[in-house]
């Protein structure tokens, strides 16, 4: 796998607010958030790009609505934002993708040159696969950290429930087979990039 110097890490939703969840729903990956931040320290000492996500929920009994405190970044990506010698963006959205936030992703990575995107975050099934989907339809070349992103238990039609960890393989699967991105494991990512 080739990782080109001017890809950008997109960090997806690393929340506080997801903390609480946790509290009462199962999750996976639970090595996820060290994966996460080994992902930035090797983007920020190789002078590459990080774009910071962070959903702005509109709905009132969000854990990550604006001006509540699980909004903010966890305090892992707050204390490493702002520390690398790439460009980095702060984007919010109050949707799935981070293609639909604000400032423009699609306009700011094109402006950089950047044709690839590693996307890590929470949450595997929802904003991560979106914003890859998407990448993925735009043109990008999406690489994926599945274990630097997790999910909880969900609960869909019909009664039907997939644990946390059927969520993220059923994602994970739907992404590279359906050749949105190639999902790969966090220590593949940095090898290619060290």
Known sequence: M????????????VQ????????????NNPDADENIAALIDVWQATGRPVVFVR??????????????QGNDFKEYV???????GGAEL????????????????DGWLKAEGIGQIVV???????????????????GYDVVVAWDATYTFDVEGPFGWR????E????????LHGGGFARVVTTAEVVRAVG
């Not at 080739?2 to 939703?13: F, Y």
């Not at 997939?162 to 960890?165: R, T």
């Open 90 to 105: 702060l984007l919010t959205k109050s949707v799935h993708s981070a293609f639909l936030g604000t400032p423009d992703l």
């Open 167 to 174: 969520a993220a393989r059923a994602s994970a699967v739907q």
């Open 78 to 84: 707050r204390a490493r934002r702002g520390k690398g």
């Open 55 to 68: 959903h702005d929920s509109v709905e009132e009994d969000s854990p990550l609505r604006r001006g509540y």
């Open 2 to 13: 080739e990782i080109a110097e001017k890809t950008a890490l997109v960090v997806v939703d």
């Open 120 to 138: 890590a975050g929470i949450q595997t099934n929802f904003c991560v696969e979106t914003t890859s989907r998407m990448g993925g339809n735009l």
């Open 16 to 27: 506080q607010g997801f903390d609480e969840l946790a509290l009462s729903l199962p999750r």
């Open 162 to 165: 997939l644990s946390a960890e």
